[in-house]
């Protein structure tokens, strides 16, 4: 009914927008976002941390065609983590969510590594996010550029601005493996950058989802009868899952790393 339908839709129950014990808030810098930054000793910092290096396939680290920065290192270590909250660029997502609930909307999406990570410090995250299976929603990864990170903060995923000559069309890119969304991040040398490579944990709701291992250059919209596409060209390479709307993939999550060899 339209209450049902108005109560999915409304922020997440956790959201805060103001200190408490587990979070502290700080300026989007003027921008739509606030930004509360979480203590290291919050459920959800200690869950993010184990997400980042539970999905991380640590013998692909500074390798592959995608990756921006070559060089050594074998672990992902969060350093600092923020949970964005965007009224704007929400109400735009679970709107869009919400129209893909039912029918077979939600059917074909396969198992994603990360929901199935053994039951640990990750799982009080999942289970606080509540994800619409009915929608396909998942959590997955994306990948930046230290340049990109506030205007996604700001405003969202653009699909329009996405390079048509992408190996999947000009879709916004996700990965459920954190190695990969890894390889297309730089770091940031910038005053108070730290040095940080940051990596974006997004609400992403895949609807009916298309399967293919050849390339799709030039396309800008998800394959007929379909919402999404998961790409896979080798079954030795990583799974990429593609959105060709905005309003279908929510930047939940920012999470600044550093790359260590040990």
């Known amino acids: 009914d339209l209450r049902t339908r108005a109560l999915r839709q409304l ?12 979070g502290a808030a700080c300026s989007a810098g003027g921008g739509a976002a606030d930004v509360v ?22 013998a692909t680290l500074g390798t592959g065609r995608d990756q921006q920065e070559k ?9 600092e983590a923020y949970r964005v909250e965007n009224a704007a660029v929400w109400k735009r997502y679970a709107a869009r969510r919400e129209e893909l609930r039912g029918g077979d909307h939600g059917r074909g999406v396969p198992d994603i590594a990360t929901a199935q990570l ?27 550029k230290p340049a990109i990170v506030q205007l996604i903060r700001d405003g969202g995923f653009d699909e329009r601005v996405c390079a048509l000559d992408g190996l999947f069309g000009a879709g916004v890119y996700f990965a459920e493996r954190s190695s990969k969304s890894d390889q297309y991040c730089t770091r940031d040398d910038s005053a108070g950058g730290g040095g940080l490579y940051s990596l974006f944990l997004s609400r992403v709701s895949l609807g009916r989802v298309h399967r293919t291992n050849g390339h799709r250059t030039n396309e800008r919209r998800a394959p007929e009868g379909a919402d999404s596409l998961l790409g896979q060209t080798d079954p030795t390479k990583y799974r990429e899952f593609v959105v060709y709307d905005r309003s279908q993939c929510y930047p939940e999550y920012l999470l600044l790393y550093r790359r260590v060899l040990r």
């Open 37 to 58: 930054r979480l203590e290291s000793e919050s459920v959800e910092f200690m869950a993010l941390a184990a997400l980042l290096v539970g999905t991380c396939v640590a």
């Open 71 to 79: 060089m050594e290192y074998n672990t992902l270590e969060l350093a």
């Open 118 to 144: 053994p039951s640990g410090a990750a799982m009080p995250l999942l289970d606080m996010m509540r994800l619409d299976g009915a929608a396909g929603e998942a959590v997955l990864w994306h990948g930046t």
């Open 11 to 22: 922020q997440p129950h956790y959201w805060r927008g103001e200190c408490d014990a587990g």
